[in-house]
């Protein structure tokens, strides 16, 4: 067998048609997206070369800049929520629920494999103020308050969709860092139990310097996932009210597909592709360089 | 020094590669130029006449379906009527995407946005009706009106789909709730707004509309706008004499934003679809209901309708004291007209055309109770009333205009729809609206 991987051509051989495909279908529409975004027009009216003017378009355009910030602020409050409730989470299950803990991980883990649009309808429905009110107003006016417009008002509508996006990823990043950590030896924790750490201390001096490579992959996962957000926001809220929750993905399926610019849209793609490369670079970076002072 | 000059290289090397590679593979990806009118591929009749519309209107897909077994069913013979529908959600994206690759339907319905039907009709993708319909010989089965709203609406000079539907829109209103309240039928936006605040006050919400879709309520701004400025002046910001953002434009959507800001469009329009508001009114939750005349047929359906179509009442949208337009202008438009595919454009379609322009009309009343911008040959017997006073309003209109997003860019009419909830809700003042939609509309 070592032979056969030692034979440079029979290796090509093997790995090409999954290179083919990959190449097909990742590498190749991504030079056509990077091409794109020299033009503009669309497949009807036609094309036209107009060198870097969308970049520049981009850094003018208030309704990109607004989609770029909501789209940071998005990512960093719901990454470092999502992360932090499920390493919380983990910690629960390693620490004090133990054994009893599989029927929890499997309850806040449920709403992971439910659809993204059930669960976004869910929680307008949760949230509903007209025609009718929702559970949440209803509970509201019964306390005497008045019924709120969650969904309608920008800054309501936020916290609604960082709150729907949290419950539904926080079981998955819980058991993802489960895993990590239940892979430190018992042996380092009952010598740091005998060296005197004890609960805040055992898990800031052992518990997060040893489960930092899991934890490193799952603010990767979240920052990037959240970074591309668009089925819950679209299922939510569809970006409004106005443009007020609008993503930079959102933004850019709408100026592709409804605006009819090719061009413009691949040019906010590509930005959206810098912006994660980016923010994964720079956690890889500072990550590592936290580790080896560890 | 010697490593950084050879990474140094490298990565100039990486970096031409991938830019010489982009733009060849751009270069491959499609014409440059708009491809050709008029089409003869389909010619010799392919067998299938296709159709491809909305799921959420059904009139259309049965009127066919109905003229296939009937007046159409040589034609049908010829060339077999398929069809498929989608979500209006995701229309014209759905529209570009076909016409890109010359894939439309026989006949579709044509995009939402006039802009992108624009440029269908300059790059040849659809058929020129007012030429074909002559040789057919049946020009004079559209009528006129219909067919000027249309071409007003493309900005052309020729016909390029037809008027399955021809709408006014007002406010509708619960004559019931009116009466119960003394108010009489508003002439002028200050009587609206007094009957407004009198309902408000009696516990009755005073406009019904769904804030979700937004043009509900744009409507109103365009409405205003020519019952203020005039029957030009949104004609005046698409040939750039105007701005949006000028303050008598500004005037019209702080009208409706007040309106908003006073909750008479109830707790969260913004939440509010169609299908809600269409319920909310028919069952008596609302006074006034701004729509178009399509939905006379869910007035005159007695299951939706639960307060009665001998309780509604069509008022025009009312004068604006002082304004340079006149009540008389009615807002019309054709609804969402059909079109035909020059792709596929032969023989057998050509029938199909002869055809539906011929017997559309009267299937359409007889069996949906549609307005049409076809001849009628024959009035049903037992037409409803509303029906009729659709019909009255259409024949005695001195004049139309058409509406607020008829000319604007498909950005500006996106722009435009997402944020007509905020203004019902009273989240965004009129000079916010304004300004978004003008930069949307300036690209």
Same mark, same amino acid.
């Given at each position: 067998?070592?032979?056969?991987?030692?034979?440079?051509?029979?290796?090509?051989?093997?790995?090409?048609?999954?290179?083919?495909?990959?190449?097909?279908?990742?590498?190749?529409?991504?030079?056509?997206?990077?091409?794109?975004?020299?033009?503009?027009?669309?497949?009807?009216?036609?094309?036209?070369?107009?060198?870097?003017?969308?970049?520049?378009?981009?850094?003018?355009?208030?309704?990109?800049?607004?989609?770029?910030?909501?789209?940071?602020?998005?990512?960093?409050?719901?990454?470092?929520?999502?992360?932090?409730?499920?390493?919380?989470?983990?910690?629960?299950?390693?620490?004090?629920?133990?054994?009893?803990? *599989?029927?929890?991980?499997?309850?806040?883990?449920?709403?992971?494999?439910?659809?993204?649009?059930?669960?976004?309808?869910?929680? *307008?429905?949760?949230?509903?103020?007209?025609?009718?009110?929702?559970?949440?107003?209803?509970?509201?006016?019964?306390?005497?308050?008045?019924?709120?417009?969650?969904?309608?008002?920008?800054?309501?509508?936020?916290?609604?969709?960082?709150?729907?996006?949290?419950?539904? *990823?926080?079981?998955?990043?819980?058991?993802?860092?489960?895993?990590?950590?239940?892979?430190?030896?018992?042996?380092?924790?009952?010598?740091?139990?005998?060296?005197?750490?004890?609960?805040?201390?055992?898990?800031?001096?052992?518990?997060?310097?040893?489960?930092?490579?899991?934890?490193?992959?799952?603010?990767?996962?979240?920052?990037?996932?959240?970074?591309?957000?668009?089925?819950?926001?679209?299922?939510?809220?569809?970006?409004?009210?106005?443009?007020?929750?609008?993503?930079?993905?959102?933004?850019?399926?709408?100026?592709?597909?409804?605006?009819?610019?090719?061009?413009?849209?691949?040019?906010?793609?590509?930005?959206?592709?810098?912006?994660?490369?980016?923010?994964?670079?720079?956690?890889?970076?500072?990550?590592?360089?936290?580790?080896?002072?560890? | 020094?010697?490593?950084?000059?050879?990474?140094?290289?490298?990565?100039?090397?990486?970096?031409?590669?991938? !830019?010489? %590679?982009?733009?060849?593979?751009?270069?491959?990806?499609?014409?440059?130029?708009?491809?050709?009118?008029?089409?003869?591929? !389909?010619?010799? %009749?392919?067998?299938?006449?296709?159709?491809?519309?909305?799921?959420?209107?059904?009139?259309?897909?049965?009127?066919?379906?109905?003229?296939?077994?009937?007046?159409?069913?040589?034609?049908?013979?010829?060339?077999?009527?398929?069809?498929?529908?989608?979500?209006?959600?995701?229309?014209?994206?759905?529209?570009?995407?076909?016409? %890109?690759?010359?894939?439309?339907?026989?006949?579709?319905?044509?995009?939402?946005?006039p802009a992108l039907m624009q440029d269908f009709i300059s790059s040849g993708k659809v058929v020129d009706l007012s030429t074909?319909?002559?040789?057919?010989?049946?020009?004079?089965?559209?009528?006129?009106?219909?067919?000027?709203?249309?071409?007003?609406?493309?900005?052309?000079?020729?016909?390029?789909?037809?008027?399955?539907?021809?709408?006014?829109?007002?406010?509708?209103?619960?004559?019931?709730?009116?009466?119960?309240?003394? @108010?009489?039928?508003?002439?002028?936006?200050?009587?609206?707004?007094?009957?407004?605040?009198?309902?408000?006050?009696?516990?009755?919400?005073?406009?019904?509309?769904?804030?979700?879709?937004?043009?509900?309520?744009?409507?109103?701004?365009?409405?205003? @706008?020519?019952?203020?400025?005039?029957?030009?002046?949104?004609?005046?910001v698409a040939d750039g004499e105007a701005s949006l953002t000028d303050p008598e434009y500004v005037a019209a959507a702080d009208?409706?934003?007040?309106?908003?800001?006073?909750?008479?469009?109830?707790?969260?329009?913004?939440?509010?679809?169609?299908?809600?508001?269409?319920?909310?009114?028919?069952?008596?939750?609302?006074?006034?209901?701004?729509?178009?005349?399509?939905?006379?047929?869910?007035?005159?359906?007695?299951?939706?309708?639960?307060?009665?179509?001998?309780?509604?009442?069509?008022?025009?949208?009312?004068?604006?004291? !002082?304004?340079?337009?006149?009540?008389?202008?009615?807002?019309?438009?054709?609804?969402?007209?059909?079109?035909?595919?020059?792709?596929?454009?032969?023989?057998?379609?050509?029938?199909?055309?002869?055809?539906?322009?011929?017997?559309?009309?009267?299937?359409?009343?007889?069996?949906?109770?549609?307005?049409?911008?076809?001849?009628?040959?024959?009035?049903?017997?037992?037409?409803?009333?509303?029906?009729?006073?659709?019909?009255?309003?259409?024949?005695?209109?001195?004049?139309?205009?058409?509406?607020?997003?008829?000319?604007?860019?498909?950005? %500006?009419?996106?722009?435009?729809?997402?944020?007509?909830?905020?203004?019902?809700?009273?989240?965004?003042?009129?000079?916010?609206?304004?300004?978004?939609?003008?930069?949307?509309?300036?690209?």
């Amino acid at each position: 067998m070592d032979s056969v991987f030692k034979d440079r051509r029979a290796a090509l051989l093997m790995i090409a048609p999954a290179l083919l495909v990959y190449t097909l279908v990742m590498i190749v529409p991504i030079f056509w997206s990077i091409g794109y975004t020299t033009l503009d027009g669309n497949a009807i009216t036609g094309f036209e070369f107009v060198g870097l003017d969308n970049y520049t378009h981009f850094f003018q355009d208030p309704a990109a800049i607004d989609a770029l910030w909501f789209t940071v602020r998005y990512a960093v409050l719901l990454t470092v929520l999502q992360v932090g409730c499920g390493y919380g989470l983990a910690l629960l299950y390693v620490f004090y629920l133990r054994h009893k803990a *599989s029927w929890v991980r499997t309850v806040l883990f449920f709403p992971v494999v439910l659809p993204t649009v059930a669960v976004a309808l869910m929680f *307008s429905k949760f949230f509903q103020a007209a025609p009718t009110d929702g559970p949440v107003n209803t509970i509201i006016t019964a306390l005497g308050g008045s019924s709120v417009d969650w969904l309608g008002a920008s800054s309501s509508a936020f916290w609604i969709i960082i709150l729907m996006d949290l419950w539904r *990823s926080m079981g998955f990043y819980a058991v993802l860092l489960y895993a990590g950590l239940v892979d430190i030896p018992a042996e380092v924790l009952e010598s740091g139990r005998i060296d005197g750490a004890s609960g805040l201390t055992l898990v800031r001096r052992i518990v997060i310097p040893l489960s930092l490579p899991v934890l490193l992959s799952s603010v990767i996962f979240s920052i990037n996932g959240t970074l591309k957000v668009f089925d819950t926001i679209v299922a939510l809220t569809n970006g409004g009210p106005g443009s007020a929750t609008t993503p930079l993905t959102l933004y850019m399926f709408r100026t592709s597909f409804a605006y009819g610019e090719y061009g413009y849209g691949s040019t906010i793609a590509m930005m959206l592709t810098l912006l994660c490369l980016l923010v994964t670079v720079f956690i890889f970076r500072s990550m590592r360089r936290d580790v080896t002072k560890g | 020094m010697k490593k950084s000059l050879i990474r140094g290289r490298r990565g100039a090397a990486a970096f031409a590669l991938v !830019g010489a %590679g982009a733009i060849v593979l751009t270069a491959c990806s499609g014409s440059s130029s708009p491809s050709s009118s008029g089409s003869d591929e !389909g010619s010799g %009749g392919s067998g299938e006449f296709t159709y491809l519309g909305q799921i959420q209107n059904t009139t259309i897909a049965t009127t066919l379906t109905t003229l296939s077994t009937g007046a159409c069913s040589a034609e049908n013979e010829a060339a077999t009527l398929s069809e498929d529908s989608i979500d209006s959600s995701t229309w014209d994206q759905q529209l570009q995407l076909l016409a %890109g690759q010359d894939a439309l339907a026989s006949i579709s319905m044509a995009p939402g946005t006039p802009a992108l039907m624009q440029d269908f009709i300059s790059s040849g993708k659809v058929v020129d009706l007012s030429t074909e319909l002559d040789t057919l010989g049946v020009s004079d089965k559209v009528l006129p009106a219909a067919a000027s709203t249309i071409e007003a609406l493309y900005g052309a000079d020729a016909l390029y789909a037809l008027p399955t539907e021809f709408n006014i829109e007002g406010f509708w209103y619960n004559k019931q709730l009116l009466e119960d309240n003394g @108010i009489d039928v508003p002439a002028t936006w200050d009587d609206l707004v007094t009957a407004a605040g009198t309902l408000d006050a009696a516990g009755v919400q005073p406009f019904v509309a769904s804030g979700g879709e937004g043009w509900p309520v744009t409507r109103l701004v365009g409405d205003y @706008i020519f019952r203020d400025l005039g029957a030009d002046a949104l004609q005046k910001v698409a040939d750039g004499e105007a701005s949006l953002t000028d303050p008598e434009y500004v005037a019209a959507a702080d009208a409706i934003a007040e309106l908003g800001s006073a909750g008479y469009f109830g707790a969260s329009p913004g939440t509010v679809d169609y299908d809600t508001a269409m319920n909310q009114f028919l069952t008596g939750g609302g006074a006034f209901f701004y729509m178009g005349s399509w939905a006379v047929s869910n007035f005159n359906d007695r299951e939706q309708n639960q307060i009665g179509a001998d309780n509604i009442g069509f008022m025009p949208f009312p004068e604006v004291t !002082g304004g340079a337009g006149s009540i008389d202008e009615v807002p019309a438009n054709a609804g969402v007209p059909v079109m035909l595919s020059s792709a596929t454009y032969g023989d057998d379609t050509a029938a199909w055309l002869k055809c539906i322009v011929e017997n559309y009309g009267d299937v359409a009343l007889a069996d949906s109770g549609q307005v049409t911008g076809f001849a009628v040959t024959e009035v049903p017997a037992d037409q409803p009333e509303l029906t009729t006073l659709v019909q009255d309003t259409i024949a005695n209109a001195p004049s139309s205009v058409l509406w607020f997003e008829a000319k604007f860019s498909a950005q %500006g009419t996106s722009v435009s729809q997402t944020n007509g909830g905020a203004l019902a809700s009273g989240q965004l003042s009129g000079e916010e609206f304004m300004s978004l939609v003008q930069a949307a509309n300036e690209g």
